[in-house]
């Protein structure tokens, strides 16, 4: 599913590493620096687009609207979003107790691999 209009867009400093195309970021160790997210517990803010890090390590972020996401794990259409290991979109399910990090919402169902638009809507969810 393509996005005729994905959002807002802001430059970045990409974090020594690697930041592939369509994940999810947080926040680096400096103000205007992104890392790709890791997990549940990072403060997810913005997803990457087709492109990665330019060479002067620079990266375009989304922050808003229907942005892409490559999908890590089974999702169903309406399920809160949240980062994998490897900042690819997986259903969030907090346990009892718990808080999950979360990104934005499904609007399609999809498996691992998919590349698919988002309601980009980021937050916390309590299980």
């Given at each position: ?34 890392v ?8 997810l ?5 087709q ?7 620079r990266?375009?972020?989304?922050l ?7 999908i890590?794990?089974?999702?169903v ?31 399609v ?8 638009a988002?309601?980009f ?7």
């Amino acid at each position: 599913m393509t996005s005729p209009n994905p959002g807002i867009f802001k430059s970045f400093r990409a974090a020594p590493g690697s930041i592939a195309p369509y994940r999810i970021v947080t926040h680096g160790v400096t103000d205007g620096q992104v890392v790709q997210a890791s997990g549940v517990t990072d403060a997810l803010f913005g997803v990457t687009q087709q492109l990665g890090p330019d060479g002067a390590g620079r990266v375009d972020i989304c922050l808003g609207g229907l942005p892409e996401i490559e999908i890590g794990g089974p999702v169903v259409r309406g399920d809160w979003l949240t980062s994998d290991a490897e900042g690819r979109a997986v259903a969030a399910a907090p346990d009892a107790g718990e808080t999950a990090q979360v990104i934005g919402r499904a609007l399609v169902s999809a498996i691992a691999g998919d590349i698919v638009a988002f309601q980009f809507a980021p937050g916390q969810i309590a299980g």
